[in-house]
């Protein structure tokens, strides 16, 4: 069964960076990640932050769209199937995507706008009531 955690902060405005640190936490442990964006935009304002992240915070990344996918371990899409990559969901829209019963892990984030949390609260209703134990990190 997919195993899901939230991580909740206070603080407005930290989603790509903790987005950045779950990332990388799990492709340190050569683990394979989907990150899971609203919009076009937002994936590629995504990958423009990972490369602008210091020399040796360096995180292997490619947009869905892009050739590099296939081999990438950490890949940046949005409403489309996430392909091969099934492991970490790393869900940053503000609704659960439908694919997301075939990965290990979910991770999804609650950070400070009041327009968050209320998608959040129901993002987390919906996978409880399916069943699916779900986890709270506070920060």
Not at 34 to 51: G, K, P, V
Not at 54 to 64: S, V
Not at 119 to 138: E, I, L, M, N, T
Request: glycine share 6%.
């Amino acid at each position: 069964m997919t195993e899901v955690l939230f991580y909740i902060s206070n603080t407005p405005g930290i989603r790509a960076s903790l987005a950045w640190r779950i990332a990388e936490k799990a492709w340190r442990q050569q683990r394979r990640v989907y990150i899971h964006t609203a919009s076009e935009q937002e994936a590629q304002a995504l990958d423009a932050l990972f490369w602008e992240q210091p020399a040796g915070a360096f995180l292997p990344h490619a947009l869905l769209s892009d050739d590099a996918a296939a081999g990438s371990p950490v890949v940046l899409g949005f409403g489309d199937d996430p392909g091969e990559h099934h492991d970490v969901l790393i869900n940053l829209a503000q609704t659960v995507p439908d694919f997301y019963s075939r990965f290990t892990r979910v991770a999804e984030m609650i950070c400070g706008e009041e327009n968050q949390r209320a998608s959040g609260r129901a993002r987390w209703k919906f996978y409880r009531d399916r069943g699916y134990p779900v986890q709270d990190h506070r920060l």
